[in-house]
């Protein structure tokens, strides 16, 4: 139980695209995701958190209109990354918590994006 | 603001040894502290989660410990194998349910 997929694994745009990330949770329901960012040889950093219905809470210095979320069901999450340039490029990881809250994070296996 | 510290940066051991791997965060106000392993160019596999009223955690080889106190974790692995090689994240939970994630440690074992 208590799994988590995201869609695309990996993707390749070219500057100024933009591109859109999926995160599911496969056999739970999900009030709270939360998307992560990891860079080459650094930890998770947590860029926002969307709760089913409401509008995303970010991070402080990320960008709300360049990172746009949307958490329409509790079982889907997307990502878009609006307008990307190189410095997006990154690992790209969501996890899902269930209905309980205040509980364990289930993760799901990243996006790699490279913006070229 | 939560700080989550990880020593050592990297670690090689040759297989077979018991090692530790340790965790530090700054604010003890935590609602639970969470173990990852993450293999090169993957997402995160939970291996163990202590709650703040517990004091450790055992899953196989693995044995995690808690205090609060002092703001320290530790991740205890016996008898290494080259399967273990990867790295190594704790992650503290606060009442925000935000996870604050330490570097990590990368773990080599030698076979």
């Known amino acids: 139980g208590a799994v988590v997929s995201q869609h695309p694994s990996w993707v390749i745009c070219k500057s100024g695209t933009s591109v859109k990330i999926e995160c599911r949770s496969l056999d739970f329901q999900a009030t709270t995701m939360f998307w992560y960012r990891q860079f080459p040889k650094q930890s998770l950093m947590l860029m926002a958190t969307?709760?089913?219905?409401?509008?995303?809470?970010?991070e402080q210095g990320v960008e709300k209109d360049k990172f746009l979320i949307n958490h329409a069901s509790l079982t889907l999450s997307t990502l878009t990354v609006t307008s990307a340039h190189p410095e997006d490029s990154s690992f790209y990881i969501c996890?899902?918590?269930?209905?309980?809250?205040?509980?364990?994070?289930?993760f799901g296996p990243g996006t790699r994006l490279t913006v070229l | 603001k939560q700080e989550v510290t990880q020593i050592p940066a990297a670690l090689s051991v040759p297989e077979g040894e018991n090692l530790v791997l340790n965790c530090s965060f700054t604010d003890s106000a935590i609602y639970n502290l969470q173990w990852f392993r993450q293999d090169p160019g993957k997402g995160l596999t939970s291996l163990l989660l202590?709650?703040?009223?517990?004091r450790e955690q055992t899953s196989g080889r693995l044995n995690a410990s808690l205090d609060k106190s002092s703001g320290r974790s530790t991740l205890y692995i016996a008898a290494s194998q080259p399967g273990d090689s990867a790295t190594y994240l704790c992650a503290a939970q606060g009442g925000s349910e935000k996870l604050v994630f330490g570097k990590g440690t990368k773990l080599t074992v030698n076979p």
């Open positions: 202590i709650q703040s009223s517990q």
């Open positions: 996890s899902a918590q269930g209905l309980a809250g205040g509980g364990e994070q289930f």
């Open positions: 969307s709760n089913e219905g409401s509008k995303a809470t970010y």
